[in-house]
């Protein structure tokens, strides 16, 4: 599927930047937004629509592509949402959603990681006291995580919910090690995505987050698909965990 959006980026890439196909770089990224359409358009679950519904006040959204969670968000319960896309090739179809669903002015488009602490000051994200920070298919991309995961929890209130859909590495230990095989090559279509990343795991292990005494979540609440077989290479975790 990712394979099959190359020619026509390329395509494109030749006839408006010709120089830009000798620099993997300067085109990965609107390689990428087809892709990622793609997926949006054709995994449309109702997990997905539940965490986004679920969210309140402040809300972060961490690599919202082009928004198809903004139609979920409940405008009596949400105060104003950040979308933290770093990808500028997706930032179009984002401000089309943002529009289309009512969000102007209470949508603020930031072109950083979450992870930089910098921009997001900029931009005027909370440094921290935020309510609800979602995630959904993102982190398996992001190349900084051990950054990334630490930087979801800091920007929470305490009581504040950190909401993902993601999918993770398989706890069946053959299918874990074709993850890794097909890893090899999986990265370079999907954005660096990594299939054996295990995100679920890693969000509560208290040294690799770096939590102190009293540090942490209160609760947790992650869950698998319904009905999704053990063997499957794409095994995804979703729910919420809150803030201690």
């Known amino acids: 599927m990712g394979l099959s959006q190359l020619p026509s980026t390329l395509w494109n890439i030749l006839h408006t930047r010709p120089k830009d196909l000798f620099f993997y770089s300067r085109w990965a990224d609107d390689y990428f937004r087809h892709v990622w359409a793609l997926f ?5 679950l109702e997990e997905k629509r539940r965490l986004a519904a679920g969210c309140q006040g402040i809300v972060i959204e961490v690599g919202p592509g082009f928004g ?6 409940n405008k009596e319960n949400v105060k104003h949402v950040y979308a933290v896309e770093p990808n500028l090739a997706l930032h179009e179809g984002l401000r089309e959603n943002i529009a289309k669903f009512g969000w ?16 997001l000051k900029k931009a ?5 006291g935020v309510d609800s920070v979602i995630s959904i298919q993102v982190l398996c991309t992001v190349p900084t995580l ?7 929890h800091r920007r929470l209130k305490s009581g504040g919910e950190l909401r993902i859909f993601e999918h993770t590495q398989s706890h069946d230990k053959t299918t874990m090690r074709l993850q890794r095989l097909y890893d090899w090559i999986w990265h370079f279509p999907f954005g660096g ?9 890693l969000l509560v292990d208290a040294e690799y987050m770096g939590f102190k005494d009293g540090e942490g979540w209160k609760e947790i609440d992650l869950n698998k698909i319904k009905g999704e077989s053990r063997y499957s290479c794409f095994p995804s975790s979703w729910g919420t965990l809150v803030k201690a």
């Open 40 to 44: 949006t358009e054709s995994e449309r």
């Open 193 to 201: 995505c990594e299939l054996s990343r295990p995100t679920d795991r």
């Open 146 to 152: 051990h950054k990334v995961l630490p930087a979801l």
């Open 104 to 119: 102007e002015g209470r949508c603020t488009i930031v072109s950083c990681g979450i992870e930089d602490d910098e921009g």
């Open 124 to 128: 005027g994200v909370p440094q921290e």
């Open 68 to 73: 198809p969670s903004i139609e979920h968000f």
